[in-house]
């Protein structure tokens, strides 16, 4: 089966930089990827990391190191509109092919 | 912009009931998801499918069952509603291929009372 941890919660000030770390256990292993969720809201695709090294998309970069079975989301330039959970997933099984997600890191950001 | 849609967005309803949650897409994607998601907890996956006539139940056991008749519809459907069904429900889809993004629809929070 699939395993991912995730901090809990994570809290950083406006203009700062936050990393999410996200740690993995599968039996097979096809990509990373991250996703945002704001309250009440739908979870929306960030990024996905299929091989070692750091993808970057604007403010958010994404990294992976699969020897580590690790991976992290980077947000620079904090703002309060990236206050939501985010949520590490991965495609673990090629049997069953659907992502498995992790329990999710909410982000505070504060003024 | 994605183009999923899952009606009634809010449902309450008393124990017992037949319960319908419907998701539809307009994309043309093959593989389609039901996920169960309590507030502020990660997402289960309890139903796929990767094309018409094709479903698969997921990791978390589920008493809700899925049908694919058409490629762009995904209905869920609970026979007998419980209050442990409570909870929030969503519908994605994507591209066939591994790693192709989900889009997720707005969700539908089911209250049985």
């Known amino acids: 089966g699939q395993s991912l941890e995730q901090p809990s919660e994570v809290t950083a000030v406006e203009g700062a930089i936050v990393q999410i770390n996200c740690t993995y256990q599968?039996?097979?292993?096809?990509?990373l990827s991250w996703y945002q969720q704001h309250d009440g809201g739908a979870p929306t695709f960030l990024s996905y990391n299929a091989l070692d090294g750091l993808e970057e998309t604007g403010r958010f970069s994404s990294f992976l190191s699969r020897s580590d079975s690790y991976g992290y989301l980077l947000l620079q330039e904090l703002q309060m509109k990236d206050s939501a959970s985010y949520f590490c997933?991965?495609?673990?099984?090629?049997?069953?092919?659907?992502?498995?997600f992790g329990s999710g890191t909410r982000l505070q950001v504060q003024p | 912009e994605a183009d999923i849609y899952q009606t009634p967005r809010y449902l309450v309803i008393g124990t017992g009931k037949k319960i319908t949650l419907e998701c539809s897409q307009t994309?043309?994607?093959?593989?389609m998801y039901w996920y169960q998601q309590d507030p502020g907890m990660e997402l289960h996956l309890i139903h796929y499918?990767?094309?018409?006539?094709?479903?698969e139940k997921g990791d978390l056991s589920s008493e809700s069952t899925v049908s694919r008749i058409r490629t762009e519809h995904f209905p869920l459907t609970l026979e007998s509603a419980r209050p442990s069904h409570t909870s929030q429900y969503l519908c994605a889809s994507s591209e066939s291929g591994l790693h192709q993004p989900q889009h997720f629809g707005d969700g539908t929070r089911l209250s049985i009372l």
């Open positions: 997933a991965v495609i673990g099984d090629t049997g069953r092919r659907a992502l498995t």
């Open positions: 599968t039996s097979g292993f096809y990509g």
């Open positions: 499918s990767y094309g018409v006539n094709s479903t």
């Open positions: 994309m043309g994607h093959d593989k």
